[in-house]
């Protein structure tokens, strides 16, 4: 059975940093990474890391936010620096690529 269960997220300034992560049993998956879905928009990716540490990051995020991951622990980091109102909504976790996997969400605010 496969479970992904996340921490961090909360309530902070625009400019400070957030920390969420992420930890993944059951099974083991080359990709992971981070969704977000804001009031009334749809999901998207925020960003992906593949097992050999290849990164995608959204547009929207790039040069401030940083994906990393332990394949030791099995677990998938974001770390949320420089942030912005619009950088408001609710965190997924997700692994896999055919058959995606979602943790249960966390959510960021970040007020201004």
Not at 22 to 39: D, E, L, T
Not at 47 to 76: E, L, W
């Amino acid at each position: 059975q496969v479970q992904l269960v996340e921490s961090g997220g909360g309530l902070v300034q625009a400019g400070g940093s957030l920390r969420l992560s992420c930890a993944v049993s059951g099974s083991i998956f080359s990709i992971m990474g981070w969704y977000r879905q804001a009031p009334g928009k749809q999901r998207e990716v925020v960003a992906h890391i593949i097992s050999g540490g290849r990164t995608y990051y959204a547009d929207s995020v790039k040069g401030r936010f940083a994906i990393s991951r332990d394949n030791a622990k099995n677990t998938v980091s974001l770390q949320m620096n420089s942030l912005k109102p619009e950088d408001t909504a609710v965190y997924y976790c997700s692994a896999g690529a055919g058959t995606v996997y979602w943790g249960q969400g966390t959510q960021v605010t970040v007020s201004s």
